[in-house]
């Protein structure tokens, strides 16, 4: 995996994908498939800032809210063994083709 240049001495802990579809439903179904397989993941933020009581506004930021109820935490933390970023990557993969990202990082491994 290629860190973003000026990465020298950060640690990755996790790879944040999104997956499209219609919101939570789709990415919820998706995260269960692959934690059957063995993958481990998570929801990286349930409830976007501007919702929770401390902060919340009258304001109105679909696009954070579409991205809170889209995206996927996968590992990929230093102790991941080549072999088993390459094992994420298939059982993501084998389940309807590649994650939408951001970056091609992830499927060079």
Known sequence: MRTPDGG???TYQQYVVRVPGNGRPDRDAYAR???ARGVDCRVP???PVHRLPEFRRCVSLPETERAAEET???PVD???TRREMQRIVSVCNA???P???GSAALFGV
């Open 78 to 80: 230093a102790s991941l």
């Open 95 to 97: 389940l309807g083709g």
């Open 8 to 10: 020298d001495g950060h």
């Open 45 to 47: 933020v349930k409830t």
């Open 72 to 74: 996927l935490a996968l």
């Open 99 to 101: 994650i939408m990202v």
């Open 33 to 35: 498939a692959i934690r």
